[in-house]
């Protein structure tokens, strides 16, 4: 698959001097799922900030689809959707005409309704952001990443704080943007998710990517260190407990 995105000695030195990204490169093929995992402070949201081209870069090139985030910042936002918290949208607008305003900023013609069933809010159009729960909320925020068609998405902890049904509706949500050929790019400090989700997945640590692959890859060379579980792996988790007892109906 080509590449869609090729990152080149990126480095990013914040005005405080810390050193937050140092030197990483890696590309992202045309339609995967791509993770970049890491502890806090890692350097895993300074990097997509400059990728999508909201922070400086210190040094090193970032080409998204054959543009130099730099050198065409303005470009590359129309190509990609960038997932915001909720609590940037404007609270009193409700959901159709926030997407119609950030379809106006794109000079996009969208179809309110197919967007928000595309994202599982088709009966909640009228509501306020702020009346939706953390799922809906999140749902809410990707159909915005959404409405100019973009190449590629970011998604910065999309499921951080959800109960186990939303995020499992939220792994589906996103494995459907993925089957409908968009690329997307996102961090999660949950491993599940990203074995789940992700085609491939760069682990950063202190600023540097340590490892790059598959996780069905990365899983393989650490068996082949020798490595040893802790603990007997149980046949099934306290999430598996959780989701047969309350079901995976949502529950917002
Ligand atoms: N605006 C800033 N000015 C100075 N230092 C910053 C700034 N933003 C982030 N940093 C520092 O850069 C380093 C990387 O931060 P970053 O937010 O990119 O990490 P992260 O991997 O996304 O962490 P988390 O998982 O906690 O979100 C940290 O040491 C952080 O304190």
Same mark, same amino acid.
């Given at each position: ?35 970049? !995992? ?60 926030? !997407? ?15 967007? !928000? ?46 109960? #186990? ?63 040893? #579980? ?19 109906? !949502?529950?917002?």
């Amino acid at each position: 698959m080509p590449a869609i995105l090729e990152v080149t000695n990126l480095t990013k030195t914040y005005p405080n001097g810390v050193n937050a990204v140092k030197g990483i490169s890696f590309s992202v093929n045309k339609g995967e799922v791509f993770g970049i !995992l890491g502890p806090n402070g890692a350097g895993k949201t300074t990097t997509l900030e400059m990728i999508e081209g909201l922070r400086p870069i210190t040094s090193g090139t970032v080409l998204l689809d054959g543009i130099k985030t730099e050198e065409q910042p303005y470009l590359i936002k129309q190509r990609i959707g960038i997932q915001l918290q909720s609590s940037a949208f404007f609270q009193n607008l409700k959901l159709t005409e926030l !997407l119609q305003m950030f379809a106006d900023l794109y000079g996009a013609k969208i179809d309110t309704a197919q967007l !928000l069933a595309d994202v599982g809010l088709q009966d909640k159009a009228g509501f306020l952001v702020k009346n939706l729960s953390g799922g809906q909320k999140q749902r809410f925020s990707i159909a915005t990443t959404l409405v100019n068609k973009p190449v590629m998405i970011f998604l910065d902890e999309p499921t951080t704080g959800l109960d #186990p049904q939303a995020r499992r509706n939220l792994w589906e949500l996103i494995a459907q943007i993925k089957n409908r050929g968009t690329t997307v790019i996102l961090t999660t400090h949950y491993m599940e998710e990203a074995s789940f989700l992700c085609n491939r997945v760069a682990i950063m640590d202190d600023g540097r990517i340590v490892a790059l692959d598959t996780p069905d890859q990365l899983i393989k060379q650490l068996l082949a260190k020798g490595f040893v #579980p802790h603990t007997e792996v149980p046949p099934a988790t306290l999430e598996d407990v959780f989701i047969d007892l309350t079901g995976k109906t !949502l529950r917002d």
